[in-house]
């Protein structure tokens, strides 16, 4: 079964992320951003705080759901599963890593979180498999953890929920309090994801309740969670657990939001256009080959441009888009390149291995090539 309200929300997550990865010089000091323009926007800060709060939570929770679904339709192989998770996430890592990631941002001399201004391509390597210099890959590495995690306590979230609840979010808590100090494969990033995907988890388990709600009540829900919102944040003093508050109200207030879209005639003609089954075929790839982009536009043509912060902005973004459009369908045709047979590049690497890059998103229904 295919859930297209999850997939929406998932892929809008990760269009959210692009456009956050364009607007991130614009805001006021993060601990994860590095370059910074003279010219602060408002716009910036205000998108950048709400994404924040909202987009990397709502695509944990999407994937909590079809986790969910796949430990299910799986529990008699748990451990299978695991490990098919596991290669999924971590090979498109890996080769992501090594063959884009370090050897772009080398070359450029890209200055970010963890890669200081003239790294070698061996320092870069190193600090990649240490799990430090990440850059945008550090949420495959986070959702990795969040796999491992809940595929290991689906039998007690089985045999009693609301101890796998409480365990859940102990769990978090423990994270939040004790591993923020160990920045190794971004174990310190893990407390909310995992949050956010238990509620997936238990919105999955639901499911049936939530498609019994007539589309009136779901409204009524909807205007609850909209105003629940927009009182947490009026109130939020950066209390970390406040903070989770309002992510999981998000999430929660996104889910209903798309749920009734999804049954619109506008949805229709938008989901099973051709556009946008293509894009939501390579959203994955346009996650993993967007960067370094935003931050060479940035570097090379914001200062000569003399524009407004928001109108670089989407400048930026338009950009980044059309580039990770011609280089994704470049790894396309390069993927079907075979000059002499058994010498292409899915044999080079291994045709289970790009299969993994693929396949990421699976669970949906949703085959990346």
């Known amino acids: 079964m295919q859930f297209k309200n999850i997939s929406l929300i998932k892929n809008m997550a990760l269009l959210c992320v692009v456009f956050a990865h364009c607007s991130m010089f614009f805001i006021e000091k993060n601990p994860f951003v590095v370059l910074y323009a003279s010219e602060k926007s408002a716009f910036a800060v205000k998108a ?29 192989n748990l451990l299978g599963l695991l490990v098919k998770r596991g290669k999924r996430l971590l090979v498109p890592y890996l080769l992501t890593g090594l063959l884009w990631l370090v050897p772009l941002y080398t070359w450029f ?18 600090a990649f498999l240490a799990g430090l210099f990440t850059d945008h890959l550090w949420f495959l590495l986070a959702l990795f953890w969040v796999n491992v995690f809940f595929i290991l306590l689906f039998p007690l979230l089985n045999r009693s929920l609301t101890t796998g609840v409480l365990f859940s979010l102990a769990a978090a808590v423990i994270i939040q309090e004790f591993l ?19 509620f997936g988890i238990l919105i999955y388990r639901g499911q049936a309740l939530v498609e019994a709600l007539p589309t009136s009540r779901m ?95 989407l ?25 002499i047979s058994g010498l292409g590049w899915r044999s080079v690497f291994g045709r289970r291995h790009w299969k993994n890059l693929d396949n990421i998103k699976d669970d949906a229904g949703l085959k990346l090539r």
């Open 48 to 76: 950048i705080m709400l994404i924040s709060y909202f987009v990397i939570p709502v695509f944990m929770f999407a994937s909590g759901f079809l986790l969910a679904k796949s430990c299910e339709k799986g529990r008699n």
């Open 109 to 126: 001399d890209v200055l970010v979180y963890r890669r200081s201004a003239g790294t070698s391509l061996w320092a870069g390597y190193q």
């Open 180 to 198: 923020q100090t160990v920045p190794y494969y971004k174990l310190d990033q893990t407390a909310l994801p995992i949050v956010s995907a238990l």
């Open 219 to 313: 409204r009524l829900i909807i205007s609850a969670f909209l105003g629940l919102v927009a009182v947490l944040l009026h109130f939020d003093q950066g209390n970390v657990y406040f903070g989770w508050v309002i992510s999981i109200a998000g999430c929660l207030l996104f889910y209903f939001c798309s749920t009734i879209f999804v049954q619109t005639k506008m949805a229709a003609q938008i989901l099973y256009s051709r556009l946008y089954e293509w894009t939501e075929r390579h959203s994955m790839q346009y996650y993993l080959f967007h960067m370094p982009f935003p931050y060479l536009f940035f570097r090379w043509f914001y200062p000569g441009l003399q524009i407004s912060p928001v109108l670089f902005i």
């Open 315 to 339: 400048l930026n973004l338009l950009t980044t888009i059309m580039v990770t459009t011609a280089v994704v369908l470049v790894f396309q045709k390069a993927r079907q390149y075979e000059p």
